[in-house]
């Protein structure tokens, strides 16, 4: 039985539909707004999302973007039901990775017909590959190529290990392969000529990295080195190009996986340029707070933290001081709690 996961504040519409998808033979999981949707995912991953979008707490394009910057989450399905009919949030919802629009009110049939195409488009292959267990990437490397007949896709999986503080490559290198992290943390970065960092991005268990440059055809523009001890498993770039090019399944489910971090880029881009350093900090620790799960210790260092920012270390010390001031984030010497979520995002402006 496929689950559903339905997201939508209006009480008479969310108990109305979760009653149709029941009645047609879903598993039927429902919540008022994005954040709760958000962490029934976390719990049971769905296997469809159907949310609106003008919702209190995390509207619909803060849900479909945690879902894209997720490793767990990455890849379901998304349909977004609203009442806005207006070309540009259609575009937005589009462009952010949705998959299907339908606008309220809604025909049965066609909310139906939309959730049973979108889930048929991914039959082909396994929707809950979990590429945090041990055995989930060869489990979707294996099933690309028994769906694609690629004969020889990364025959040997050998684990590197690399340790902290490591490059794994550089910024003006060739890239030769896709990196997939088993275990541990790797940043990207770019330097400036004064020796200043930037991260652009960081991977944990289940992501991978590495691939922009063997899309592009360019040489590596930044560099990836290890945060902690970790384990890589190399996927060689031929290997990589027939599991994007010999068959539309695989290349759908894998470009699914990647695709969130080219958005996260732009919208980190975007931030720099235009909002105050506060926002941005707060920004930060929410997207960490989501990575860290229910455990929720962000364990990264101050300078690397900021380098995520973009400020200096003596900015962030000051942004993070006056947030733990307001009892919305705990700080240790070695880690990082968030308290309050929500009163963090709304604390940013």
């Not at 937005?92 to 017909?113: I, V």
């Amino acid at each position: 039985m496929k689950t559903i996961l339905l997201i939508e504040d209006d009480e008479i519409i969310r108990e109305n539909t979760a009653e149709l998808l029941e009645m047609a033979g879903f598993a039927v999981l429902t919540a008022e707004n994005g954040q709760l949707g958000v962490a029934h995912a976390l719990a049971t991953k769905p296997d469809l999302v159907v949310c609106d979008i003008m919702m209190p707490v995390l509207d619909g394009y803060g849900v479909l973007q945690i879902f894209n910057q997720n490793a767990q989450l990455a890849g379901v399905p998304f349909i977004f039901l609203t009442a806005k009919t207006e070309r540009l949030d259609l575009r937005r919802g589009m462009a952010l990775g949705a998959d299907d629009y339908l606008t309220k009110p809604f025909d049965k049939a066609e909310l139906l017909s939309a959730i049973t195409g979108r889930l048929a488009r991914f039959q082909h292959l396994k929707p809950e590959y979990n590429l945090q267990a041990q055995g989930g990437l060869c489990a979707f490397l294996d099933d690309a190529q028994a769906v694609g007949d690629l004969n020889s896709l990364s025959a040997d999986r050998k684990v590197h290990i690399i340790r902290k503080k490591q490059d794994v490559y550089l910024e003006g290198d060739e890239p030769a392969r896709v990196y997939f992290v088993q275990s541990g943390r790797v940043k990207t970065v770019k330097t400036t000529d004064g020796g200043k960092e930037l991260i652009t991005g960081l991977y944990g268990p289940g992501e991978f990295f590495g691939y922009l440059a063997l899309l592009d055809h360019t040489l590596h523009t930044d560099s990836a080195v290890a945060v902690d001890d970790s384990e890589l498993v190399y996927i060689p770039q031929d290997d990589f190009t027939q599991l994007l090019l010999r068959n539309a399944e695989v290349s759908q489910q894998f470009i699914r996986l990647l695709a969130g971090r080219v958005r996260e880029r732009e919208t980190q881009l975007l931030a720099m340029a235009y909002s105050s350093i506060r926002r941005r900090v707060a920004d930060t620790l929410l997207h960490l707070h989501v990575q860290a799960g229910p455990e929720g210790h962000i364990h990264l260092s101050r300078d690397d933290m900021a380098a995520m920012v973009g400020t200096a270390p003596e900015s962030l010390i000051r942004t993070l001081s006056e947030f733990k001031q307001d009892g919305l984030i705990e700080l240790t010497p070695k880690n990082i709690r968030v308290l309050e979520p929500e009163k963090l995002r709304r604390a940013r402006w």
